[in-house]
């Protein structure tokens, strides 16, 4: 767990989503949803996509202390999206 919340704090995107589900679902560490949110927020910022996925369906569904609020899920599942596709246009 002190691996992944120091390579966190560096400001790795996937070391920032491991943090948010050890914390989510209180793997290691206590579970403290508004500390999961923190740490998806900062991961999706940096356009991790399985960051940006989390959000959007905990927009949808109102999880994570958050209301639901579906103009902000869709505009986490396109930033997601978005990412994918640039994705493929690199590899094709």
Known sequence: FSEYKQAAQADKPDA??????????????????????????????????????????????GQLGLKANIHASDAWFTGSLFVWVRIADIVS
């Not at 940096?46 to 940006?52: F, G, K, L």
């Not at 996925?53 to 569904?61: D, H, T, W």
């Open 16 to 61: 920032q989503y491991s943090l948010a589900v050890a914390y989510e679902y209180g793997m290691g560490v206590s579970k403290n949803e508004a500390l999961a949110l923190q740490w998806y927020q900062k991961s999706a910022k940096q356009n991790y996509v399985n960051a940006q996925s989390r959000l959007g369906l905990a927009y949808s569904k």
